[in-house]
């Protein structure tokens, strides 16, 4: 790649297209946090093992620090800042602070994404399907027995509610 | 020292009624007191192993700049009755920023929903030590803050009976408002502000706390966290979240090696990639580290993305130094030589030898535990911009004022010029105790003329070059007698030292390395010497949650367990025999000098205490019940931080040498529980970064350099890894009038001890070296 080898780009961030003027392989994770200063989506390692930086990209769990953002054109991407307006997600938050889950807080927002989208897609998750969904995000204040707890809790009112 | 008359404060040395002139916000008001320029060391861990001098303080006294308990600093109350309290304890996880803030609520008789948290920046003169490490902020800051709280009332109460003409006695603050119930009578807080203000603090005898009964926060555990509706929405500001208009970000290229130099750098392709500013070389400094940055050449750009990527197309030549062979399983080596011959005595009772020459059994073990990185989810990075002379600085610090200190000092700057702002931190563990990343922020800040500048690390940064939690060796001989019993006990610890980090390395632990669970080893045995044998630093170590009750708990509470077997004993009963009846041990008769920081007589080690948690946890464990082939409970006990805790560890291993943890129990005796649910979650975390150091944690070096970069390599665990249940047994709390132990690290040392005595209990297999990782596997 070469010197002003890049155009604009535009992305769908939260329901809103932003012109990104960022080289086109630049990770998603900091045209979110540097070029639009949407700060929930956080830095933890770069190659896309800790979940730290964990999206929603068409509806799945997508990892911001590793997409550059050519690959996310086209695509509706949300954010940690957004998923209050979805309703599952606004569930996972108030059941977050119900269990009080947060230590430090800097994992949650991935974590919550990494949640959020495990219940819409499976409203009914067992042990190994909350392990299988949420091993990819790492809480190093330790505080994943909370959290698998507050995702019992929303799967049980999901339950409830037809 | 002699104070302007009308800006008197209360301080720990200052018992006079002060007359202060307030304005309505006063505690904006600036107030200098003389610039205590805190020298770099920690003057309680370095203390000299020699009986304290007459006249040493203890606990927050003893803490550079000890405690404030002057409403006017920590509290405001605006005209719509919002109370602002000023938390000046660095928040990382433990809930400082809720729980301290909630003490002066209560005595304040503020209603929680109408307080903000306002966090302090760094300013110890003003209010008091800042430094948020060695689990000391609930300890040392609960009855200042008490005091904060319940002042404030009396200058609320004091201003409605005057207003009302009553005496002051009729009146009584409740949740906002103060009520004159003979006539009826209320006002709130918001309309007695101004008033309340222009009152004198009342003098501290005067000061009248609650009882204990009428506390509605205190104790309840009922309020979450402060932060909590920003964190969930993604809107909590962390350091690494720092915006400023026309900021550049920055990434550095450090030296490999530790102590190594930069010998040239190419920056031509560096500076081609889009958005790269300007390349910049950082100065080392000579040994000791101390919070000195590394130096290297550093990468400013427009974005953190770009920085990143000029800092990859650098060509960089560097000199290893001194520390260039440092090889792990070499220094291992050198480690145990060290621990086969004698070494220092740091304690000797009794006749050691002659006990094990005639013991009728005798036992030997050694223990090996890596380094560790603190590796926080959020990495160092801090914010600089010089404006006029005047240094700002945001960054997530476990240590404001040495960030202050240390920026001054290297901007020759007066302290006075530099101001921190404490952010949010995303996880600590001690690394964030080490302000270098800050001093780095503000360099780059200069070199661009004052700009704001963010300094980033990222993962490999931060693993690479940390402040490592140290390697040791722990060998441990025991004699026993006929009955079992052990008579005889050699405990040889030999392990780098953080006072490397400070000073000429005397490759010897200090003081306070050695009163973690090493010379005050509290076991009624007779015969009993511990030694410290010499071990060289070849990087910097600094200290990781609980510090080095790390390996010394690893170590004693595993041999107690081989011990046990060796004598055919239950394990519970054999460390009970060991901790000896109840009874209290004053700290300096054990030639533990330290003690965390506090005082012999307000903590002495209370074996009581110590058998009461191991009891209680066995209990609650079910310790003796039968359990399927490949499963099994440990058991350990571990006393740190003045704090008792005991664990028993449930494992399943499978037939493969697969482990899991189905269990952890946790019985905790930390004396009154201000916050009994961030203690739990404390607590919680605490099991598992225990496990997480147990079965994965290794930083390890080759050449002189760390191994491993991120977290393929150094690995956490993660929540399939993780024990399926926690149970966190909080003993009855006593009387708030008991002295307060710590609660954000005493969790951890237990952890690894009793997770391999379960898998002995499990497979027979004894694990002596962390971390356990494959050493179970079959296939």
Redesign the interface.
């Known amino acids: 790649m070469t010197?002003?080898d890049?155009r604009m780009t535009t992305l769908n961030i939260n329901g809103n297209n932003h012109l990104i003027d960022?080289?086109v392989d630049?990770?998603l994770l900091?045209a979110l946090?540097?070029?639009l200063?949407?700060?929930?989506?956080?830095?933890?390692?770069?190659?896309s093992?800790?979940g730290?930086c964990t999206v929603h990209i068409d509806g799945e769990v997508a990892r911001a620090c590793v997409i550059p953002i050519s690959a996310a054109v086209g695509k509706k991407v949300v954010?940690?800042?957004a998923?209050?307006q979805d309703a599952t997600g606004q569930q996972v938050?108030q059941s977050?602070?119900a269990h009080?889950v947060?230590?430090?807080?800097?994992?949650?927002?991935g974590q919550?994404m990494a949640a959020t989208a495990l219940l819409k897609h499976n409203a009914k998750p067992s042990?190994a399907d909350?392990?299988?969904a949420?091993?990819?995000?790492?809480?190093?204040?330790?505080?994943?027995?909370?959290?698998?707890a507050a995702i019992k809790q929303v799967a049980e009112s999901l339950e409830i509610k037809p | 020292m002699n104070k302007p008359f009308d800006s008197a404060e209360l301080s720990a040395d200052d018992d006079s009624l002060s007359i202060i002139n307030v304005s309505r916000r006063s505690f904006l008001k600036e107030m200098v007191l003389g610039g205590f320029v805190l020298a770099a060391g920690f003057p309680e861990l370095l203390r000299a192993d020699e009986v304290a001098p007459v006249g040493t303080k203890y606990g927050a006294d003893g803490m550079p700049h000890g405690w404030v308990d002057n409403p006017l600093v920590f509290v405001a109350i605006a005209d719509d009755g919002t109370v602002s309290i000023v938390c000046h304890r660095s928040?990382?996880?433990?809930?400082v920023r809720t729980s301290l803030p909630m003490v002066v609520a209560d005595e304040l008789e503020a209603n929680w929903l109408h307080v903000r948290v306002e966090q302090a920046p760094g300013d110890e003169a003003r209010f008091g030590n800042q430094d948020t490490d060695g689990s000391r902020s609930m300890r040392h800051h609960f009855m200042p803050m008490r005091r904060v709280g319940a002042a404030a009332r009396q200058m609320l109460e004091a201003a409605a009976a005057t207003q009302w003409q009553v005496p002051v006695a009729e009146v009584r603050a409740e949740q906002h408002r103060v009520l004159h119930p003979a006539t009826g009578r209320s006002l709130g807080y918001g309309d007695l502000a101004q008033a309340a203000a222009k009152l004198s603090v009342p003098a501290r005898e005067s000061v009248r706390l609650k009882n204990s009964a009428d506390f509605r926060y205190i104790g309840k555990g009922q309020l979450?966290?402060y932060?909590?509706?920003d964190?969930?929405?993604?809107?909590?500001?962390?350091g690494?979240?720092t915006?400023l208009k026309d900021m550049l970000?920055a990434v550095v290229a450090r030296p490999p090696v530790f102590a190594g130099k930069l010998l040239r750098y190419d920056a031509k392709q560096a500076l081609?990639v889009?958005?790269v500013i300007k390349v910049v070389e950082l100065p080392s400094t000579p040994p000791p580290a101390a919070f000195n940055p590394l130096g290297g050449v550093a990468v400013i750009a427009s974005?953190?993305?770009a920085a990143?990527q000029g800092r990859k197309a650098l060509k960089l030549e560097w000199e290893k130094g001194p520390h260039g062979n440092y090889d792990s399983i070499a220094y291992k080596t050198e480690l145990e030589t060290a621990a086969r011959q004698p070494g220092k005595v740091l304690r000797n009772e009794g006749d050691v030898d002659a006990a094990l020459a005639g013991a009728a059994q005798r036992v030997t073990a050694e223990y090996y535990a890596p380094h560790l990185a603190q590796?926080?989810?959020?990495?160092p990075a801090a914010t600089a911009r010089i404006v006029n002379g005047h240094c700002e600085v945001w960054a997530c610090t476990q240590a404001p004022q040495l960030s202050r200190d240390q920026v001054a000092k290297w901007l020759k700057l007066p302290v006075e010029n530099v101001t921190v702002h404490v952010t949010?931190?995303?996880?600590?563990?001690g690394r964030k105790s080490k302000p270098d990343y800050v001093v780095e922020a503000a360099l780059l800040s200069a070199a661009m003329n004052g700009k704001p500048v963010k300094l980033?690390w990222?993962?490999e940064d931060d693993l690479q070059h940390s402040y490592f939690h140290t390697v040791s060796l722990e060998r441990l001989e025991a004699g026993l007698d006929d009955q079992g019993k052990a008579i005889a006990w050699l405990h040889r610890t030999v392990a780098p030292s953080i006072s490397s980090s400070f000073g000429p390395d005397s490759k010897h632990q200090m003081p306070g390395e050695q009163g973690m669970g090493v010379i005050n080893n509290p076991f009624a045995i007779a015969n009993l010497r511990i030694e410290n044998p010499e071990a060289e630093a070849h990087t910097r170590i600094g200290w990781f949650r609980s510090v080095s009750n790390i390996p010394h708990a690893f170590a004693i509470q595993s041999f107690v367990a081989e011990l046990a077997a060796a004598a055919g004993r239950d394990h519970k009963e054999f460390l009970l025999e060991l901790m000896g009846p109840p009874r209290k041990i004053d700290p300096r008769t054990l030639g533990d000098n330290w003690n965390h920081g506090e005082s012999p007589e307000l903590y002495p080690i209370d074996i009581g205490r110590l058998r009461r948690v191991t009891e209680t946890v066995a209990q609650k464990a079910g310790w003796g019940r039968q359990l399927p082939k490949g499963c099994g409970l440990g058991l350990a006990a571990h006393y740190s931080f003045v704090t008792y805790i005991a664990v028993v560890v449930e494992v399943a291993v499978s037939e493969a040498g697969v482990l899991s943890i189905p269990r952890i129990d946790i019985a905790v005796d930390c004396g009154p529980q201000v916050n009994p649910?961030r203690i739990r979650?404390?607590l919680?975390?605490?099991?598992?970064?225990g496990v997480?150091l147990a079965t994965l944690g290794e930083i390890s070096f080759k050449d002189g350099a760390v191994v491993q970069d991120?977290?393929?390599s150094y690995q956490?665990?993660?929540?399939?890894d993780?024990?399926?249940?926690?149970h966190v047994h909080l003993l009855p709390a006593p009387t708030y009038d008991t002295p307060l132990g710590g609660v954000g690290e005493p969790g951890v040392p237990p952890i690894a001890p009793a997770l391999c005595n379960a898998i002995f209990a499990a497979t027979g297999q004894r694990i002596r070296q962390l971390p356990i990782r494959d050493q179970l596997r079959k296939d």
């Open positions: 010197e002003g890049y960022l080289p630049t990770p900091w946090r540097d070029a200063g949407l700060t929930g989506t956080k830095f933890g390692c770069g190659i093992i800790c730290a954010t940690i800042e998923i209050e938050q977050w602070l009080g947060p230590q430090c807080g800097y994992c949650q927002a919550i042990d909350i392990d299988k949420m091993s990819g995000n790492i809480c190093r204040c330790g505080t994943y027995p909370r959290i698998r | 928040e990382m996880g433990q809930g979450g966290i932060d909590g509706r964190i969930v929405r993604g809107l909590g500001q962390y690494i979240d915006r970000y081609k889009p958005g974005n953190t993305w990143i590796a926080p989810m959020e990495p949010l931190l995303g996880g600590g563990f980033t990222t993962r649910e979650s404390q919680e975390g605490a099991c598992i970064m997480s991120n977290f393929h956490l665990t993660r929540i399939d993780s024990p399926r249940e926690i």
